[in-house]
């Protein structure tokens, strides 16, 4: 019999059971497949809203929360596990239609902001080219980007010393409701107890809690690329409407992405390819002597609104769901495990929670 068992061990998930397990809590994670294996591990790792001010309030209030405080958390697992996660303040550059508005926006959230002329531009960008793009450039520098697999690696290492059972490849069939408001969590080979039940299973969450069909939670493909560069080449992340560039410090940098409903699908496609490789070409000419190393898909659990689902179940007081994270998955895990820890223990959370509920 565990405290709480957690379904579905990407970094949401993880962090959340991390938080449990440092309130006190004895917690159980069941994965489906490898830990992190799905859209934790395919995602970007931008610390941010790809265009943070076209985003709902909701979504940034989660971004916001768990940007200021990522740096911390980053330290931290590094300290408890030795994996640095690579926590790097690299910065964004948007390129959009909206003049002024990024700034605006920053202002608002009292963060950093300027908007760049494109002479400005050119000297931050020199191998980029933005002459083609009719629109504006906001810099915020103070945008951030963790490395995704290095963050799941960290918070797995973490789970263990905090003596968090963890299973993979561990089907969940269903969750079971008992007398006196416990559950049990079925899985193809053994049964799991637990008081409560937190279903952190992405895109799979809705085959658990038929109420979240309600909310259209759902696979959503996305196809990235990702070319090795020397270490320099791109100063800062560059987002446009239909492409990202994203720089890791020791020179790979990643393209995406593409959104595909295609359900369950997770192959990767040659019209992705194509498409992606020549966005990413056209705005970093550079990138055209470059190899391409690595393509993959990952499943987002997307929803009608972006807006992911923290919440206690309107059927059971002990069972909870976090899911619907869509692309922004890394960004609000922070504030989705400090929500949802909060909920589990019935205390009053920092964070708002009504635009999260299932109602």
Known sequence: MSDVVIIGAGVVGMMTARDLALRGADVTVLDRGCVGGESSWAGGGIVSALIPWRADDEINQLILWGHSRYEKLAQSLYDETGVDVQWYQSGMCVLSQEEGEGCSWAKAHSLDAESLSPEDFDAIFPDAKASDFNGFATRLPGVAQIRNPRLIKALCASLS???????EHCLVESIEAQKGGKFTVKT????????????????????????????????????ML????????LAHIIVT??????????????CGSTVSDVGFDRSTTPQALAQLSARA???LPSLKATP??????GLRPGSDTGIPVISR??????LFVSCG????????????????????????SPIECLPYALV
């Open 226 to 233: 990702l070319y090795k560069a020397e270490p320099g080449l």
């Open 241 to 254: 409407d239909d492409c990202y560039l994203i720089p890791r410090t020791d020179g790979h940098i990643l």
């Open 188 to 223: 193809l080979d053994r049964l799991y107890s637990a008081d409560k039940v937190v279903v952190c299973a992405g895109a799979w969450a809705a085959q658990l809690m038929p109420e979240l069909r309600q909310r259209n939670i759902k696979p959503m493909r996305g196809e």
């Open 161 to 167: 010393k905090l003596d968090v059972t963890l299973y």
């Open 313 to 318: 179940s309107t059927e059971h007081e002990n």
């Open 325 to 348: 994270h869509f692309r922004n998955g890394i960004a609000m895990a922070p504030a989705s495990a400090q929500l949802m820890s909060d909920l589990v223990e019935s205390v009053e």
């Open 281 to 283: 070409e056209c705005l």
């Open 292 to 297: 391409v190393v690595g393509h993959w898909a």
